[in-house]
Each structure stands twice: as structure tokens, then as C-alpha cells.
């Protein structure tokens, strides 16, 4: 059984950094689109950045800020966060979509398996 399991979220001071990891097991998923997705108190919840096979897309929000990237070895996701904003401020969410190997799509719907979350808090 898949599981995921996120990281590294906590609060911090408005132009830190923190980075997020989900670490996965139970399957190799190195092959799937895998993403961040954050929900924010009362908001949908939206697509932060997607990964799979080397290609990265990213929301317009946290382009030149945000990186994704996977370590395969270690069966793990990161999400590196710099210049962190008040409006970053969510509950974080990895996820894996089972069903995709490239053009990953951004939809939170389209993913099967999820964390559980970890909450990023950024103050101004």
C-alpha cells in the first residue's frame, strides 16, 4: 500500500525558507507524476508544482521562489521554499498520480494518493 508522508513544515518570519519532504513507500512511484498542492483556511485547495521524468511545472504564484524535485533513491519529494510569503500560508499536500507518467496534470482531483499534510505558517 502506498503511503506518504510530508515534513518539514513550521512557522517562519516572511522571506525565509523551509523545505518540505514526503517521503513515499510502499511502491516505486519514480515513474509517476508526483506534486504540492496547498489549501489555505476556507480556499480550494490549488496545484503549487508537479514533477515527473525531469519535467517541473509550477504555479505563476511561486515561480522563481519554489523548487520540486525527487530523489528516486530515497523514494522521496521535495518542495525547496525561499522568499516565502504571508499568502504561502496553507496546509501542504503531496500527492501521487498512479495513472500519469508525464504531462502531469494540475488538477487536485486527478491525484489518488495522498499525505496527510504539513502546515507551512508564514508571518509578515
Known amino acids: 500500500q502506498v503511503q506518504l508522508v510530508e515534513s518539514g513544515g513550521g512557522s517562519v518570519q516572511a522571506g525565509g525558507s523551509l523545505r518540505l519532504s514526503c517521503a513515499a513507500s510502499?511502491?516505486?512511484?519514480?515513474?509517476?507524476?508526483m506534486g504540492w498542492f496547498r489549501q489555505a483556511p476556507g480556499k480550494e485547495r490549488e496545484g503549487v508544482a508537479t514533477v515527473s521524468n525531469g519535467f517541473t511545472r509550477y504555479a505563476d504564484s511561486v515561480k522563481g521562489r519554489f523548487t520540486i524535485s525527487k530523489d528516486n533513491a530515497k523514494n522521496t519529494l521535495y518542495l525547496q521554499m525561499n522568499s516565502l510569503k504571508p499568502e504561502d500560508t496553507g496546509m501542504y499536500f503531496c500527492a501521487l498520480d498512479m495513472e500519469r507518467s508525464f504531462l502531469c496534470n494540475w488538477a487536485p482531483g486527478a491525484y489518488g494518493r495522498w499525505g496527510q499534510g504539513t502546515q507551512v505558517t508564514v508571518s509578515s
Open positions: 510502499g511502491y516505486d512511484y519514480s515513474g509517476y507524476c
